[in-house]
């Protein structure tokens, strides 16, 4: 995960290959962004107002839109409400996501290797794994309620 400094230079990098300045907003968000890990617009709201001046609930989503056309976040629908969002990365991760606490864990792709290949036999379809989340119970919450 880059280092505050390292997300800073490449935000700005980006930001000046499109054109576009480096604001205050587009920085917090983006740090809100990797200190929260996942997070929805609500919570970076919540985290970044009060920082700068002109931070409301709307420059939060078109932020995001922003970040995520220029792909330094990516978004994962986790429950029914907001999405929420993460770092973009090389990789994909998906995730699995207890009912009962919410707890979110990253997991490689290739745990799913199996599933995709006979959804793509049985049906031609081939699932985007590394953009995927999996409702279920953690362990803790399961031994809690043995």
């Known amino acids: 995960m880059p280092t505050e400094a390292e997300a800073e230079t490449e935000l700005a990098a980006v930001l000046r290959s499109k054109g576009l300045r480096m604001t205050a907003q587009r920085q917090l968000v983006l740090e809100a962004v990797r200190e929260l890990g996942h997070a929805t617009p609500e919570q970076i709201h919540e985290r970044i107002r009060g920082q700068v001046e002109g931070v ?3 420059t939060v989503y078109r932020t995001l839109d922003l970040l995520e056309e220029l792909q330094l976040v990516s978004h994962t629908h986790l429950s029914h409400g907001a999405p929420t969002y993460h770092l973009s990365g090389d990789r994909g ?17 290739a745990m799913f290797a199996n599933a995709r290949e006979e959804v793509a036999d049985a049906t031609g379809f081939v699932m985007d794994v590394g953009h995927v989340a999996v409702f279920g119970t953690c362990a803790e919450c399961l031994e809690k309620h043995e």
Do not use: K, M, Q
Request: glycine share 4%; hydrophobic share 30%; charged share 20%.
């Open 56 to 58: 409301n609930i709307t």
């Open 93 to 109: 991760h998906a995730h699995l996501v207890c009912h009962r606490c919410g707890r979110i864990t990253e997991v490689e792709p």
